[in-house]
Nanobody, 123 residues
Framework: QVQLVESGGGLVQAGGSLRLSCAASERTFRNYAMGWFRQAPGKEREFVAAINWSRTNTDYADSVKGRFTISRDNAENTVYLQMTSLKPEDTAVYYC????????????????WGQGTQVTVSS
């Protein structure tokens, strides 16, 4: 039902910045919480950040707090993840996710997922 498409990944030097974008299907975007998760090789998919529909509440993993910022443009049906001060340990495939109304830190609780975009941070 909900279709999500990520973009903006790439290769950056440690200390650099990237902005990821996630475009959602227009008719199903309203009233959905949006989130970002990441998965490195051999690791579980982990929570990165989430934002509610009204943009009044955000949540961040401790590992990215103060460095990453999640935002959304409801008129354009797009969610963003601004990443700064990137570290090699941030290297992973980043996934956009959507869930009706509720925000969760558990990946299993999210209903809809994008295809992922690779972020690689070199030292």
């Amino acid at each position: 039902q909900v279709q999500l498409v990520e973009s903006g990944g790439g290769l950056v030097q440690a200390g650099g910045s990237l902005r990821l974008s996630c475009a959602a299907s227009e008719r199903t975007f309203r009233n959905y919480a949006m989130g970002w998760f990441r998965q490195a090789p051999g690791k579980e998919r982990e929570f990165v950040a989430a934002i509610n529909w009204s943009r009044t509440n955000t949540d961040y993993a401790d590992s990215v707090k103060g460095r990453f910022t999640i935002s959304r443009d409801n008129a354009e049906n797009t969610v963003y993840l601004q990443m700064t001060s990137l570290k090699p340990e941030d290297t992973a495939v980043y996934y956009c996710a959507a869930q009706l109304l509720l925000m969760h830190r558990s990946a299993a609780s999210w209903n809809y997922w994008g295809q992922g975009t690779q972020v690689t941070v070199s030292s």
